[in-house]
């Protein structure tokens, strides 16, 4: 079987090899034995950090309710909540911000604090808190939400400087680097694995917490029904799995070592809170997009911590308890954890921005039924819904981040979005509960119809209306199909499934995409001239119009003229064009060996015929496949420009489709831009705003990794490799005759030496 025969099967659609390989070295760090250690370490610790705070909140209601603080009965209530979660994060930014320069200090290695004590030390700390916490009650019964208050602000405290002792001996675990005494400093990719490891644990430790506060209550449930104790103390089962675990913890931690080397500083949770500027002009993103798809990511994944801060509340307004409370809180987070996972296969086919749209709307509308509808189970579900659909919006919405920003910023605005989703998400866990407080218990209708309801259920409602405009106007201001029924949109994207499409065996293929006015005929001569100079056949070409019966259709399609010709008729012109050219231009060259480089290819036909005119994409990508047998690019290059900078571009008079309106062509940009953020290892995105020579020298370097060597370049290395072979045997050759020489020499002199010995003794 030939290569040809047996292609690597690749789909826009597939995830990509870039996310395979940040995966493959998040998973490597765990191969690191001490670093394994001390992630067990954060997941355990993490677990029961998550299940503490849990089971403070249902502790603080217990007392509240009780003792009648903050006046009593279901306002109190919610406030007692309200107060947990503002404790919470008073210490988390007292901790984690005011104090970090301190703290680091004192933990720097020489410190005065050492780490591993440090870690092992607040895991005691809140390992005490936690058996001491339900005790409370029983002990100062009318200042026991006091204790619980103060318990959650110490905890929280004890688990940023945990956090920050980890983080500065983390990255001296890292593998060295792979080029001996090239840095002591770690690689930038693992301690970017590294973040993302932490921030995954951290996520995950939240639906693990719930699912052992479940198993905790359901067991604590047993014994009350023999033990009093028990049955008063609800919550208490599950603050001792929560001590149990830091004792877990802390014996994990005694027995690892840490070195004792100069670490990078701990980050603050406000880190990246100031825009991620440019100059001075506040960066909007390649489509101006930026901002708002920023803020209704950390829209959603505020509103589903307003919705975890007052489901204890909704779950005792459902007639539950702790056990329900629990579900609610793992069908929210659970969800989002498995829609940011599966995110990228969700409706492939659709728009990016209107999936955005579409899971925002989602979530609104789940949580908007939550709060309606008092049915425990029919309550799980939809808030499972929640969760998946938030997770779903906050993963697109991050690819979409990623699309708009160039390389080099995503990193600083990926920072920038989580600082801002922590502030969302902390401003909705108190604002949550607050509006529930406020709204409190009420009673509407009479009769049959009875519409009974906590402020909880009221919180939910709101909260799940208030996302159903923020939907709208992402979809309103970010829509890059607009004018395409969304319905329309919708049923092809459900239908879904593409053929396989692969690369060519020999040769390389280069295809240059963008829209008119980019400069992609520049580009390809300069391109062309550089390659040639490594030796190769290169064979430059165009679509449409490279071939005689191209040239035809070219012509047919070009000309103003053909003005009102169906969108369909275009779409099968260009395809028609597009089969002439690869069979009888392109795969006779690959199959050559050279290298094609070709203005335009089967992008275009998806962003000129399916993102800017009402056709699907999918579909236009369909019948071009089918015209090239499935033949893709090795490497597209998308020259991205703005289309009102390009027009002032145009010397000559515009043809057809250089004269459709503005709106055209701004879909087709981001039609362009979508194609290349679902396959970042195949496309290669440049800012055409630059000076031509930037960008080929952009472009020279992505190439420089992916070209084959040419004859003439095996050649010379294989001159190059000779002449040191030569060069090599010529030294040793010299070095043996002077070696020679040299014992030639000392035997003479041995010899001269023996015969004045014996004439002396003759003498
Ligand atoms: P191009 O040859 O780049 O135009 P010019 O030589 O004037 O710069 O492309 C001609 C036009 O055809 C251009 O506006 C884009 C359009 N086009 C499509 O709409 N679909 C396609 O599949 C291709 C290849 C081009």
Redesign the pocket.
């Known amino acids: 079987m030939t290569r040809a025969e047996q292609p690597t099967v690749v789909s826009p659609t597939s995830d990509t090899l870039a996310a395979d390989s940040r995966e493959r070295a998040v998973r490597a760090l765990l191969r690191v034995p001490p670093l394994k250690r001390l992630w067990s370490a954060q997941l355990v610790g993490g677990i029961g950090d998550a299940l503490a705070l849990l089971v403070l909140v249902l502790l603080s209601l217990q007392a509240a309710v009780l003792e009648g603080s903050f006046g009593a009965g279901y306002r109190g209530a919610a406030f007692a909540v309200a107060a947990v979660f503002g404790a919470r994060i008073l210490s988390t930014v007292l901790f984690g911000a005011v104090l970090l320069g301190p703290l680091t200090s004192l933990t720097a290695p020489g410190g005065k604090l050492d780490r591993r004590w440090l870690m092992i030390g607040t895991d005691g700390l809140r390992l005490a808190l936690l058996i001491i916490a339900p005790l409370w009650i029983d002990w100062v019964p009318d200042k026991a939400l006091m204790m619980i208050l103060i318990t959650v602000f110490v905890a929280g405290g004890a688990e940023r400087l945990w956090a920050v002792a980890k983080e500065s001996a983390a990255p001296a675990l890292l593998p060295a680097p792979p080029i001996e005494g090239a840095a002591v400093r770690p690689l930038p990719d693992h301690l970017d694995a590294l973040r993302r490891l932490s921030l995954r644990t951290n996520f995950l430790a939240v639906p693990a917490a719930a699912v052992v506060l479940l198993i905790a209550t359901l067991i604590g449930n047993l014994l009350g029904t023999g033990l009093e104790w028990f049955s008063f103390h609800q919550a208490a089962l599950g603050s001792y799995v929560a001590a149990g675990l830091f004792s877990a913890s802390i014996s994990i931690l005694y027995f690892l070592e840490l070195p004792d080397t100069q670490t990078p500083r701990p980050r603050s949770p406000l880190e990246g809170l100031r825009r991620p500027t440019h100059g001075n002009t506040p960066d909007k993103g390649r489509t101006g997009a930026l901002p708002l798809v920023v803020a209704v990511s950390a829209a959603v994944a505020g509103a589903i911590a307003a919705a975890a801060a007052v489901s204890v509340l909704h779950a005792y307004d459902l007639g539950g308890g702790p056990a329900t409370f629990a579900l609610l809180i793992l069908a929210l987070t659970g969800g989002s954890a498995l829609g940011i996972r599966t995110a990228q296969k969700v409706l492939p086919a659709l728009s990016r921005r209107r999936l955005l749209a579409l899971a925002t709307a989602v979530t609104g509308v789940a949580l908007l039924a939550l709060g309606l509808v008092p049915d425990t189970a029919t309550g799980l579900a939809l808030a499972l819904l929640a969760g998946y659909a938030a997770g779903v919006a906050a993963n697109i919405g991050h690819a979409i981040i990623d699309q708009e920003t160039e390389a080099s910023r995503q990193a600083r605005t990926t920072e920038h979005l989580q600082a801002i989703v922590r502030v969302l998400v902390a401003l909705g866990a108190v604002a949550g509960p607050l509006l529930a407080a406020a709204i409190g218990q009420h009673r509407l209708g009479g009769g049959d119809f009875v519409f009974d309801h906590g402020g909880a259920a009221y919180t939910l409602m709101l909260i799940g209306a208030l996302l159903l405009p923020v939907a709208a106007i992402v979809l309103a201001k970010t829509d890059d199909r607009a004018g395409v029924p969304l319905r329309r949109d919708l049923r092809e994207a459900l239908r879904g499934g593409d053929p396989a499409v692969a690369p060519a065996a020999t040769g390389f293929f280069l295809a240059l995409e963008g829209?008119?006015?980019a400069g992609?005929?520049t580009q390809v001569e300069a391109l062309a001239d550089w390659i040639r100079a490594k030796g190769h056949e290169v064979v430059v070409t165009?679509?449409?119009?490279a071939t005689p019966v191209g040239k035809r259709l070219?012509s047919i399609?070009?000309d103003v003229a053909s003005a009102g010709l169906s969108n369909r008729a275009?779409?099968l012109l260009?395809?028609a064009?597009?089969a002439e050219h690869v069979d009888s231009v392109v795969r006779p060259a690959l199959e050559r060996g050279a290298i094609v480089i070709s203005?335009?290819?089967?992008?275009?036909?998806?962003?000129?015929?399916g993102a800017?005119r009402d056709l699907a994409p999918t579909e236009i990508a369909r019948i071009?496949r089918w015209a090239t047998s499935g033949l893709v690019p090795h490497l597209t290059v998308l020259l991205d420009v703005d289309p009102q900078t390009a027009r002032e571009r145009f010397t000559?008079a515009p043809?057809?489709?250089?004269s459709?309106p503005a709106e055209f062509h701004e879909r087709?940009r981001s039609g362009f831009l979508t194609l290349a953020a679902a396959d970042p290892t195949r496309y290669l995105v440049v800012d055409a705003g630059q000076e031509p020579e930037a960008i080929t020298t952009v472009v020279r370097h992505r190439l420089d990794r992916l070209l084959p060597l040419s004859e003439a370049e095996i050649q010379a290395i294989e001159e190059a490799r000779r002449k040191a072979e030569e060069e090599a045997r010529r030294k040793a050759e010299e070095e043996a005759a002077r070696k020679a020489e040299e014992e030639r020499l000392e035997k003479e002199r041995q010899e001269q030496l023996a015969r004045l010995r014996a004439e002396e003794e003759e003498r």
């Open positions: 829209g008119d006015g992609k005929s165009r679509e449409p119009g070219r399609l070009l275009e779409a260009y395809a064009d597009r203005d335009r290819y089967i992008d275009s036909s998806v962003a000129y015929q800017g071009s000559e043809d057809r489709l250089e459709e087709v």
